[in-house]
């Protein structure tokens, strides 16, 4: 259960702040004095931190930059009753995760707590990868497969060194993980790590978050913002979606990526950071460029390091580890004694073809073992969508090798009776896979001729290719495709 340190003098504060906040999922624990608040952070390791700016042994400012030294990883919350600016700006700029004025606006309080637990759940629990034995409290890249085997190299190649990364993959296939994996084992490892879904916030919204703003900037803008790559100067930010950025944000990117320096939104004024940056996306980057949509040197700036995440579908081998790692988590939070699941279960978990991937397959997991009154899973407590018939039904609309042809139609239904988001890349999947393979076989797998007929560019092709994991990086440099090669590295 994460925990909540308030570090106030009046008490009657943090007995409001307890009385609304803590709960069967949070535990909120006190202060009256800086020098004891600190002394709490060190031996109680709080998850979040309230602290008032003005404390009667020292300044809530002082108290930060102490705790700071402590742990630089605990999101610290500023409060106080006295609005000046300089003290928001400075508390933002040292890096403090948000400023809010008393009295105390709670709708306002659960929205940043909300955000600075999961921040400081990014940031201390480890992404563990492997097969070894499951520690419950890390979250785990499961696989054994040779396309894992090959994410793994990358991890561990990349980790230690000083360059952005850039994570590809459809969703549902772990691409945050793989993110703080990376962050867990560099040598920031010991500073924040910070998650923002691009995709998630209008183009002003986002341009703030990220680089702040100034004064008068835009509507709303009443006071100057410190943004996150200020905030987190020394730590490592992960940008998802970064295919959804506007084009300019896309250029502030560009700069902060080549020099450290952006400008915030509405200013002149340069500020320099040391950021690690880290992106994903499960967009197709070269076609965006191709179409005018994206920097094209902002593409060959993220695309210089880069980690492709094969969807379940192209590792069907790692799916009895997954369904054993899951079914231990599941015990645990539903306080089941579930032990295995049948071969049968286990045919048709393999027959299905996943098109939300690890994301879907968990929610396939839990959904058997809320509805299973027994120890073992069998075939029909699994969703509808994972039983033999529909599997054998979105196997032919996924078109893999054996399908007859694509009902767009009834895939489209598929997806959305399974509850299923971003469906139109998935649907656009579906459509490229019978698409490409067709065109290939009928061309000898002959790249150069087929991106001719498709009437696109070879790297353009190419970057399809291995996104839906019909090609090797090898095959990749070349003009042919072996038949039969669906490597995805």
Request: overall charge negative; some cysteine; proline content about 4%.
């Amino acid at each position: 259960m994460p925990t909540l340190l308030v570090i106030d003098d009046e008490p009657n504060i943090a007995y409001s702040i307890e009385t609304c906040l803590a709960s069967d999922t949070l535990k909120v624990i006190s202060a009256t004095t800086a020098k004891k608040g600190i002394q709490m952070v060190r031996d109680q390791k709080p998850d979040a931190i309230l602290c008032d700016v003005r404390l009667p042994d020292m300044s809530g400012l002082d108290a930060y930059q102490e705790i700071k030294r402590i742990d630089p990883r605990v999101p610290v919350i500023i409060i106080t009753a006295y609005a000046r600016t300089e003290t928001a700006i400075e508390a933002m700029r040292t890096g403090a995760f948000e400023y809010l004025l008393k009295p105390v606006d709670f709708n306002r309080l659960q929205d940043v707590l909300k955000k600075a637990l999961e921040m400081s759940r990014l940031n201390r629990i480890p992404a563990l990868m492997g097969s070894e034995p499951a520690d419950l409290s890390a979250d785990h890249i499961v696989g054994n497969s040779l396309a894992m085997q090959d994410v793994y190299k990358a991890i561990g190649r990349l980790a230690t060194q000083q360059v952005p990364v850039l994570i590809l993959g459809e969703s549902g296939t772990g691409k945050e993980l793989v993110a703080r994996a990376i962050y867990h084992y560099s040598q920031r490892s010991t500073k924040p790590f910070l998650a923002i879904n691009c995709a998630a916030l209008t183009e002003t919204l986002l341009e703030s978050e990220l680089f702040g703003h100034e004064k008068g900037a835009f509507t709303g803008a009443d006071q100057r913002r410190i943004g996150k790559f200020e905030q987190v100067n020394g730590g490592t930010i992960f940008l998802d979606e970064i295919g959804d950025m506007s084009p300019a944000t896309q250029a502030k990117a560009l700069r902060l990526l080549q020099q450290q320096q952006f400008e915030r939104v509405g200013g002149n004024q340069t500020v320099e950071t040391d950021v690690r940056i880290i992106t994903a996306t499960n967009r197709d980057l070269a076609t965006l460029v191709e179409e005018g949509k994206y920097r094209r040197d902002l593409f060959y700036r993220l695309n210089g390091f880069t980690i492709h995440l094969p969807a379940l579908r192209d590792r069907l081998d790692d799916i009895p580890l997954l369904a054993e790692h899951f079914i231990q988590l599941n015990n645990r939070d539903l306080h089941k004694s579930v032990r295995a699941l049948t071969p049968e279960t286990l045919a048709c978990l393999r027959q299905h073809t996943w098109p939300g991937n690890v994301r879907e397959f968990q929610s396939a997991i839990k959904f058997a073992m809320v509805q299973t009154t027994g120890e073992i899973l069998t075939p029909d407590c699994l969703p509808d969508s994972c039983r033999p018939g529909a599997a054998a039904h979105a196997r032919n609309a996924g078109g893999q090798a054996g399908a007859g042809r694509l009902d767009v139609l009834e895939l489209a239904q598929t997806l959305l009776n399974g509850d299923e988001n971003d469906i139109y890349d998935k649907i656009s999947h579906a459509v490229d896979r019978v698409v490409l393979e067709e065109v290939l076989k009928h061309l000898n797998h002959n790249q150069q001729k087929a991106a001719e007929r498709l009437g696109i560019s070879r790297m353009t092709l190419r970057s399809k290719l291995r996104a839906l994991g019909l090609i090797s990086d090898k095959a990749a440099a070349g003009d042919t495709i072996e038949p039969g090669d669906k490597t995805a590295k």
